[in-house]
C-alpha cells in the first residue's frame, strides 16, 4: 500500500509531557476535552498551558478543544481574542444555528462538527452544516458517552462517503482496522483516543508510535 497522507489527531490527553511526545511523533493534532463529565477532562488553566507549549514548540499542530453542549455565550468568552487552540470541535448536539453564531462570532478559529452515527441515515443529516463548519468527524453512537467509547462504525456506513468539507473517523480506531479505512473507506483525517490507551488520558506511547507508523507507511 503506498503511503498515507491521512491526517492524525490523537485526542484527550491530559499532560504537556505527552502533548510534546505525541506531538514528536508525528500526530498533526492534539485534541483536549473540556467536558467536565469526560474521564480525559483538562481545566482550562491546563489545557491554555499545553496548548501554549504546543505552539511554541511545534506551531504546525492544530490545537484542538473538545466541547459539548456548551452555552454558546461561553464559548464566546472563553474563545474570543486570542485563544491558544487553533479549532473548535463540537461534540455534542449542537444545531445548525449553534454552529452559524459561533462561526459570526469567532471567525479566526477553525470550526469542526462531529456527528454520532447509529445508523445509515444519520449521515444524512449532516449536509445542512457543511457550509458552517470547516471540517466534519463521524464518531460512534454510544448511549452511555458522546465519544472515547472505542466502538467501531458499521463499516458499510462509511464506504463511497462525499463530503464538501474535509471529514474525519473517530471511534475504535485500531492499527488491525488501519488497512480497511485506508483502502475501503478513505477520510481525510482519524482521530485517535482509546484504542492507544494504558488508562483514560494516559496514552502507550509504543502503541501510539505503531499506529502512527502504521498510518504514514
Known sequence: MPKSNTLIKICGLTSEEQALQVAKLGAH???IISVEESP???SAEIKKKIFKTLEKVYPKIERVSVVQNCP????IKN???NPSETIIQLHGDEDIDYCKKIREKIPNIGLWKAFRIKTE???DKIKPFEDFVDAI???SWNEKTYGGSGKKIKSNYLKNLQFSKPWWLAGGISIKWIDE???DIRPDGLDISSSIEIYPGKKNLDATKDLIYKIKN
Open 40 to 42: 480525559r477532562y483538562v
Open 121 to 123: 441515515k444519520d449521515i
Open 72 to 75: 454558546i455565550d461561553l464559548i
Open 181 to 183: 479505512i485506508l483502502s
Open 137 to 139: 468527524l463521524l464518531d
Open 79 to 81: 474563545f474570543l481574542g
Open 29 to 31: 493534532a492534539i485534541g
